[in-house]
């Protein structure tokens, strides 16, 4: 019994032998908060990090050196069977030659039978989408999800991870994709699809893509600024905006705004940059706002959202960013009124459109880096061949050969055909630079 329920029964006695009751204090009734009608339901548990970094030495292994060195991360919750072939493509191997037949590409050469993985890298598809099962893709260094398309006559439960198998080898009715482009591209056939899967994305969860704009109805009081061109809110950082669209008294609301990126910031989750706030780990960004979505896709990378500049560079915060524009609306591309910073892993900042999209989180797999292959015959399944260095060659052969003994003639390091290492091949500065770059990456020294 706690210390104020002993001195509450005490009290009791004394209360109903006077006639005037004792004043006692008033406590707070704790109320449990509606907590399904505000956040749609409790934020899921944290995925654990169950990835096993396997060593096969030590008892029951042979002691042989093809195992010796070998470091393997291995992750159960991956799928253990073949993946969904309608959304793959075979192989076919050149072995680095071009058409005509010579060697273009040096070291290539071999490997196991592949089949590519069709992964769609502009979730221009919205709607509630399940993840089925997570899987190994050889073709890259992440891992990649399997998702379904919910229809709207289908169960509202999420898919549970035993039926994931099951599942996937059943065929939709419903054709892939709500364009034509994507029908073309054939990246999603019958509502199923493979996305890059981010850091704690498990069987059973749920992805959605927001690159069209925010449905009406997914947030009380959110109006998308495209969708009411009558409306033209008086906070708006550019003054004179045309369809701007937001209702004052609701959409620019810093509750509604909320709101919404609690609905939304969840991994896998794509959204325009200027609806992610600053300080969030991005993957997978467009460079345009119809365009595919190109950087931060190796194991483990990642991006951040530095901050929000409005059309005259001012920064901007809170529910100003409502009205940076430059997505696709139902008319087309809308007019774009301000920039987003973005800090890539390499210390470089890059100025993108408020419409160009990211997907949330961070790529899975990122002890990609901390394997060790241990053997050369693995380098060979791969499809590496070994490399012959330069200085062992013919002078007709590459830069570096010919001569007597292991001399490479007085020549600066260079590769086969002739170019310089070292020099830089492109600055922000030149005519035909990269002008999305703010602040180049460090280099040299300053890299420490």
């Not at 997907?359 to 990122?366: P, Q, R, T």
């Not at 260079?414 to 500065?429: I, N």
Request: aromatic share 2%.
């Amino acid at each position: 019994m706690s210390a104020l329920a002993r001195s509450l029964q005490r009290l009791r006695p004394a209360a109903a032998s006077s006639s005037r009751a004792p004043l006692l204090r008033a406590y707070a009734t704790q109320v449990q908060a509606d907590v399904d009608t505000l956040f749609a339901g409790p934020p899921p548990p944290k995925a654990k990090n169950e990835v096993v970094m396997k060593r096969y030495t030590g008892k029951g292994f042979p002691n042989i050196p093809g195992l010796r060195h070998v470091v393997h991360p291995h992750h159960p919750h991956l799928h253990p069977s073949s993946p969904l072939r309608a959304l793959t493509l075979p192989l076919r191997r050149a072995g680095g030659r071009n058409a005509s037949g010579r060697v273009v590409n040096r070291g290539v050469g071999g490997g196991h039978k592949q089949r590519l993985r069709i992964v769609d890298f502009h979730r221009l598809e919205d709607g509630v989408h399940d993840v089925v099962r997570i899987e190994y893709d050889p073709g890259r260094s992440a891992h990649i999800a399997l998702i379904h398309r919910r229809g709207a006559g289908a169960a509202a439960a999420a898919v549970a991870v035993d039926e994931g198998a099951r599942l996937a080898e059943l065929e939709s009715d419903e054709r892939g994709g709500t364009t034509e482009k994507r029908i073309r591209r054939n990246e999603v056939k019958g509502g199923w699809s493979y996305i890059l899967a981010p850091e704690g994305l498990r069987a059973g969860d749920v992805v959605r893509s927001y690159r069209s704009g925010i449905p009406t109805g997914l947030v009380e009081g959110w109006v998308s600024p495209s969708s009411s061109p009558s409306s033209v809110s008086a906070s708006s950082p550019a003054g004179d905006v045309e369809g701007a669209g937001v209702d004052p008294a609701a959409s620019t609301s810093t509750r509604a705004l909320g709101l919404l990126r609690t609905l939304t910031l969840k991994p896998g989750n794509v959204l325009p940059l200027s609806l992610i706030p600053p300080g969030t780990s991005v993957h997978a960004l467009s460079l345009t706002p119809g365009g595919r979505m190109q950087l931060c896709r190796a194991a483990g990378t990642f991006a951040q959202v530095v901050a929000h500049h409005g059309p005259r560079g001012e920064a901007l915060g809170g529910a100003d960013v409502l009205h940076m524009g430059g997505g696709l609306g139902p008319g087309g591309r809308e007019r774009k009124r301000g920039s987003v910073l973005v800090k890539l892993q390499s210390g470089e900042v890059r100025r993108l459109e408020p419409g160009c999209v990211a997907a949330v989180g961070v790529v899975s797999n990122k002890e990609h880096q901390q394997r060790q292959i241990g053997k050369a015959g693995r380098s060979r399944w791969l499809g590496k061949r070994p490399k012959v260095r330069g200085v062992a060659m013919n002078a007709c052969d590459h830069p570096h050969g010919g001569g007597r003994g292991k001399s490479k003639g007085n020549k600066h390091p260079r590769s086969a055909q002739g170019v310089l290492k070292g020099v830089r091949t492109r600055r922000p500065k030149d005519k035909d630079g990269n002008k999305q770059v703010v602040s180049q990456r460090p280099r040299g020294k300053a890299r420490n």
